[in-house]
């Protein structure tokens, strides 16, 4: 099983954000980024990573705000803090491009389950140009996709 390597960033309004990233160093075709659940967080997700290392995608996700690594340090388990929802959908933005700067020019493929889902929703209303394909799972509809 591939180790993943962990790293963070700081976010817009200087939360530390944990990340994780299953890369296999030989040919990338493409980039998954994964956005878990409500009260999960990324090491569910090493399976399923497993797999799509196997198709030579590299996979990419972050504990959301109050969620896993991200939530640790504060203990503040469930609680997307002050800037809320909008702000997680934001860190999902920017480790778009982190991910993107380490594979320029490859797809890119957002999957969202369950809350991860709604947060993909929006993220495509908000900067659906900058993907090139939405899985969803365990999901409803966002009024402004349902027209």
């Not at 209303?125 to 365990?138: A, N, T, W, Y």
Request: proline residues 3%; glycine residues 14%; charged residues 20%.
């Amino acid at each position: 099983m591939t180790q993943p390597k962990r790293f963070q960033f700081t976010s817009t309004d200087g939360l530390s954000i944990a990340c994780v990233k299953w890369v296999r160093p030989q040919h990338v075709r493409g980039v998954v980024q994964i956005a878990h659940g409500l009260g999960e967080h990324m090491g569910r997700y090493a399976e399923l990573a497993e797999t799509l290392l196997e198709d030579e995608l590299a996979v990419y996700g972050n504990d959301h705000r109050g969620h896993g690594l991200t939530a640790k340090p504060s203990g503040s388990f469930g609680d997307f803090g002050p800037s809320g929802f909008n702000q997680l959908v934001e860190d999902m933005v920017s480790l778009r491009v982190v991910a993107k700067d380490e594979h320029p020019g490859k797809s890119y493929i957002l999957l969202g389950h369950s809350l991860g889902s709604f947060a993909a929703q929006q993220f495509v209303l908000d900067h659906g140009h900058s993907i090139d394909g939405l899985v969803l799972s365990g999901s409803g509809t966002l009024d402004g996709l349902a027209r």
